[in-house]
């Protein structure tokens, strides 16, 4: 019998009050069904039902393993805690106010957990579910103590790595180097651990520390970089030769450009692109070589795409700005310039953007429509035609320019020129999901023209009328 049939089984006998059958159908499907959320929450409600608690609570206890968002699961059990088990009572009281979205108001409870009991395991749970609360509540101390008191009972090395996380958080560098040479001393075949406390010696240049605690050769090859050991980094590297993995190749470049061997390093930053592409720190590199050289325009253009990549479009507009400034003629710059502008919204420097764009390039498609669109949003529509014209002129544009002129034209009222316009859009896109509706629009339009002569046919006729009098 499949898991549904035997729930709907038991239903039917539920419905005709045959507890005790549809009971034991259910405790026969246990070993069956105990991990389907759907068959606990029935299971138990009837055990509830039938007033037998111990099994009722039981069920209850297992479908908030098997679903920890199990509101009506956490509201049954407090019922039953609330008399037989205040540690269980306040974590599961504190459980349901994070699912209800209170966590603030869910701490209190987890510290009334912690005073009502004197389990290990029981104070750990609590402590590390408080310091997630304080986390999420933005008290980052409170956290950190939390996490310290998990370690004065047991050594866990999640929660050293966790409290280097929240140090570097707030910037306390010194104290997450502490913290984890004791996680380091406390479990020493933990490479993660080794390989944090390294990356951190080596951002406060401690070279000598990092090289003492790195667990992977790259991490090593960096701290003799860092060091100005390119010697001893170079014979790292070519021991650990590995064309399929980007630190390769990123770290060969950084030994390039200790060498100031520009070409060398910008090959294998191309090489590190390949194996890494949009990887923010190619971009970083590359920056580095063009300050290196004193190319203004290439560092600022490149630490804009560094920014890009890494979402921060702010930054990446003000480094994309600075490039224009030392570089008004490369078209590089004002290209991303205008992304960051299509996405912001921001149609008077769209607009500027776009002309500047326009006049190193008059055959840019791509900057004609867009100047199109903008005038179109302007209601300038005789603007928006004449550079929505000059892109289909170029012969590279998208069919949806016809239909754009198509709208400019209806807007002038120039009824001819925009039913021509949306003739070619149709014969350009026949499948186009719009084409039924214009086919419409285009008859109307007929339709109207026909009104039109007619209507002026007959004020000609008065008109020869009066002259005949």
């Not at 209800?100 to 389990?119: F, V």
């Amino acid at each position: 019998m499949s898991n549904n049939a035997v729930l709907m089984q038991a239903q039917t006998l539920i419905d005709s009050e045959e507890y005790d059958k549809a009971y034991e159908m259910l405790k026969n499907a246990y070993d069956k069904l105990k991990d389907d959320a759907e068959y606990l929450e029935k299971t138990a409600l009837l055990a509830k039902t039938m007033e037998l608690k111990d099994e009722a609570k039981k069920y209850w206890e297992e479908l908030v393993k098997v679903d920890p968002n199990s509101i009506v699961g956490y509201s049954e059990l407090l019922d039953i805690y609330i008399n037989t088990d205040k540690y269980k009572y306040y974590i599961t009281r504190a459980k349901y106010k994070v699912l209800n979205q209170q966590i603030p108001q869910s701490i209190d409870d987890y510290k009334k957990a912690i005073s009502n009991t004197t389990e290990e395991d029981e104070l750990i749970n609590a402590r590390f579910l408080l310091a997630k609360a304080y986390e999420y509540v933005g008290k980052t101390q409170n956290a950190i103590d939390e996490y310290y008191r998990i370690l004065e009972q047991k050594d866990d090395m999640a929660i050293y790595y966790k409290l280097a996380d929240l140090y570097c958080e707030i910037d306390d560098r010194f104290s997450a180097i502490n913290v984890l040479e004791r996680g380091v001393k406390a479990f020493p075949a933990v490479n993660e651990l080794g390989e944090y406390l390294a990356g951190l010696y080596i951002k406060e240049g401690n070279y000598d520390k990092a090289l003492e605690n790195a667990r992977s050769p790259y991490t090593k090859v960096k701290a003799y970089l860092m060091k100005g050991d390119n010697a001893q980094a170079l014979k790292l590297l070519n021991d650990n030769k590995d064309e399929k993995n980007a630190n390769y190749f990123a770290l060969l470049a950084e030994y390039y450009f200790n060498l100031k061997d520009w070409d060398k390093c910008l090959e294998n930053v191309e090489k590190f692109e390949s194996v890494s592409p949009q990887n923010p720190l190619c971009y970083q590199m590359r920056a580095l070589v063009c300050d290196a050289k004193d190319d203004s325009y290439g560092y600022h253009y490149n630490m804009g795409k560094c920014y890009s990549y890494k979402q921060d479009y702010e930054l990446a507009l003000n480094e994309y700005l600075n490039a224009h400034r030392f570089d008004s003629q490369k078209t590089e710059a004002i290209k991303e310039i205008i992304k960051i502008n299509e996405a912001s919204g921001d149609k008077t420097s769209l607009m500027e953007f776009y002309e500047k764009l326009v006049r190193q390039e008059p055959d840019n498609t791509f900057a004609l429509v867009g100047l199109g669109d903008v005038y179109a949003d302007l209601y300038e529509f005789k603007n928006a035609l004449e550079y929505y014209e000059k892109a289909i002129k170029t012969g590279t544009a998208s069919y949806e320019v016809y239909y754009k002129t198509g709208l400019c034209y209806e807007k002038l009222k120039d009824l001819s020129s925009a039913k021509e316009s949306y003739e070619k859009y149709l014969a350009k896109a026949p499948l186009s999901p719009d084409t039924e509706k214009l086919k419409e629009k285009l008859a109307k339009m007929d339709t109207s023209s026909s009104l039109a002569v007619s209507a002026d046919e007959g004020l000609i006729d008065k008109i020869m009328k009066l002259f005949g009098k």
